[in-house]
């Protein structure tokens, strides 16, 4: 293995022009690409003008998806010191030889346990190097494991022999906690987010912890749910502290690392779709946070939404981008949002870089709600998703599906941005599963364009009144979608698109209709769209990758102008978010193929690399 490493090495810094220090650049060390979030490499050996020679390299087979219970995996691989590191459908943590996707070593945190459920998912380990101290770290359900990179043997000086109880040292009573975002480190500090459920069970807090990169140990923690005399404090019910959760960060985080700060983006306070006894805006619920990555304490909030009642959680790293006009620079922050808003902000401020308006939403709740008068509205850019449901948005896939849909429309309140949920039953666009999801957005720095996969697919939640002696008032009707009577969404396609917006103006560069669902295009329905369950890369090369999609491919798009270059059918769904690098003089597309997920495709156990042919 060290043969191959070195070699591998070797061949990376014999390439025209590369120093030796610049190597790390071929690689993609960071969940998100970089410590920022980007999602862009600086690789342009794959172009629009070869494109369509992209062939496999190789596939690799972990050998434990299951169909009963369904597996997935959302793994975004890493690739540093010469291996890509992954993890599997049933959450083992593997090296593999990343130009062949030979097995190096394995590791299986689950070892030993048996379960009838899914173990969850995960998206990806983290790397660290300090000097020859190189480690692996993977947060695994409620656990974070530190392994010797080389090896994939528990580092025992870590923690308790090699691994850190997640659900210790929070602060609370309520340890329900789980993690399915990779850590990110700032010098000596790992920070971690992760946390409770949705409710309407009383569940945990989601504070943020730093941790003693080599002992284990808490050095620092930020309540999301502020205490007494802590910030945000009066923007809850006086025990909120103590009895509501939520607000966790799941979606992972990112690091300025000229600047010492970790953004941190977090979701919905618990229970997800009822907050009369969170009575207020719910600082720092639905915010971007900036904090000092070596002590955890804030340096400003942003609140994309108050009182957050439709479980729309920030389900994306914030991603720390510089835009360059006329040779100045500014760094900012993009924020993309499962209600298909983009919050561009000052990274250094916290303030809007274009002008957010506090608009009049629906304030009659059921009983005991006490909702926000108003929501912040972007002016620039327009949503990239759609914020309405009525009867000129229903599908018109067939007479059928339409009839279908606006019957089922009548029954339902809402269809208006932020409506109060209720017990009639509540519509609402876009769902949970709509706009912006985990994977984020993707920068390129040359073209100042933030490319944004979204989906379309509104929500219906119906409340119901919680039966006698449980411990909460109201309880939820289940995760209901406005779908036709064969389970496509019931509103107009497009389905899923890819948008490239560019940054220094707001305005949409293109906008493109992304995937769609085989059985439809064998009846003529075609480029529909469908739901994205995943990430996309861009590259130096002019080029967007993104799977995610119903119809099983992987696709290269021109990120000039959104036309489709290239495609692959995959194994199994591409649910995740790909990464690039270059190996041996050769750059690669690595995605994993767990399949499952929400799309319920057969599961799979791929990780499948393509290569120039």
């Given at each position: ?69 369904a597996t997935t995996i959302e793994c975004t691989p890493v690739v540093a010191d010469g291996l890509l590191y992954l ?117 945990g807090p989601g504070h943020i912890r730093g941790y003693d990169v080599y002992t284990g140990k808490r050095k620092w ?290 906008r493109e209709t992304v995937g769609e669902f085989p059985e439809l295009a064998a009846k003529g329905i075609k480029k ?86």
């Amino acid at each position: 293995m060290a043969l191959v490493t070195r070699r591998s090495f070797a061949a990376l810094a014999a390439l025209p022009g590369l120093r030796a220090a610049d190597t790390k650049k071929l690689e993609w060390q960071h969940y998100g690409g970089d410590p920022g979030a980007t999602r862009f490499a600086p690789l342009d050996r794959i172009k629009p003008s070869n494109a369509a020679r992209l062939k496999i390299a190789w596939t690799h087979r972990t050998g434990d998806a299951s169909d009963r219970p369904a597996t997935t995996i959302e793994c975004t691989p890493v690739v540093a010191d010469g291996l890509l590191y992954l993890t599997s459908a049933k959450l083992q943590i593997r090296a593999l030889d990343p130009v062949t996707g030979e097995a190096r070593w394995s590791f299986d945190p689950m070892a030993g346990v048996r379960s009838g459920r899914a173990p969850g998912v995960n998206r990806g380990v983290t790397w660290f190097e300090d000097g020859k101290d190189k480690r692996i770290f993977a947060a695994i359900q409620s656990k974070l494991y530190c392994l010797y990179a080389k090896s994939g043997e528990l580092i025992k000086s870590f923690g308790e022999n090699g691994i850190v109880d997640l659900t210790k040292d929070f602060d609370t009573e309520r340890p329900e906690y789980r993690v399915t975002s990779p850590a990110v480190i700032f010098e000596d500090t790992l920070i971690i987010g992760g946390g409770g459920g949705e409710g309407p069970y009383p569940t945990g807090p989601g504070h943020i912890r730093g941790y003693d990169v080599y002992t284990g140990k808490r050095k620092w923690i930020f309540h999301t749910i502020p205490w007494p005399g802590e910030f945000g404090y009066q923007t809850w019910s006086p025990d909120s502290w103590k009895n509501n959760g939520g607000t966790n960060n799941w979606a992972g985080l990112s690091v300025d690392t000229r600047r010492g700060w970790v953004f941190v983006s977090t979701g919905c306070a618990a229970f997800d779709f009822w907050g009369g006894d969170r009575v207020g805006d719910n600082l720092f619920s639905d915010c971007v946070l900036a904090l000092d990555a070596k002590t955890g304490k804030r340096i400003w909030h942003y609140q994309t939404i108050h009182h957050d009642v439709w479980d729309y959680d920030l389900p994306a790293q914030p991603s720390l981008v510089t835009i360059t006009q006329r040779g100045r620079s500014q760094d900012a922050v993009a924020q993309v949002t499962k209600t298909g808003m983009l919050f561009l902000l000052d990274r250094q401020t916290g303030k809007p870089i274009f002008d957010v308006e506090e608009r009049p939403v629906e304030t009659q709740g059921v009983d005991g709600e006490v909702l926000s008068k108003t929501q912040p509205f972007p002016v620039k850019p327009v949503p990239f998703a759609r914020q309405h449901v009525n009867p000129d948005l229903v599908t018109d896939i067939s007479k059928e599906s339409r009839e279908f849909a606006l019957a089922a429309l009548k029954k339902w309140h809402g269809g208006v941005p932020f409506p109060a949920p209720t017990r009639q039953g509540t519509i609402f666009s876009p769902g949970t599963l709509g706009g912006a999801l985990w994977g984020g957005s993707a920068f390129d720095p040359s073209s100042n364009l933030l490319f944004v996969p979204s989906s379309e697919l509104p929500s219906i939640v119906t409340l119901l009144d919680a039966e006698p002696g449980q411990p909460f008032r109201y309880r939820h009707k289940g995760y209901d979608k406005f779908v036709d009577q064969d389970g496509y969404p019931a509103v107009k396609p497009p389905w899923g698109t890819l948008t490239a917006i560019r940054l220094t103006t707001g305005d949409y560069a293109w906008r493109e209709t992304v995937g769609e669902f085989p059985e439809l295009a064998a009846k003529g329905i075609k480029k529909t769209g469908s739901q994205i369950q995943g990430g996309c890369v861009a590259t130096a090369g002019g080029l967007v990758f993104l799977a995610g999609t119903a119809d099983l491919k992987l696709r290269a798009f021109d990120s000039s102008s959104g036309a489709v270059l290239w495609e692959h059918a995959l194994p199994a769904g591409g649910y995740a978010t790909p990464c690039t690098y270059e190996a041996r003089g050769k750059q690669f597309v690595a995605i994993a193929c767990g399949g499952g997920n929400r799309l319920r495709t057969p599961s799979g156990d791929y990780f499948v690399a393509f290569t120039l042919a």
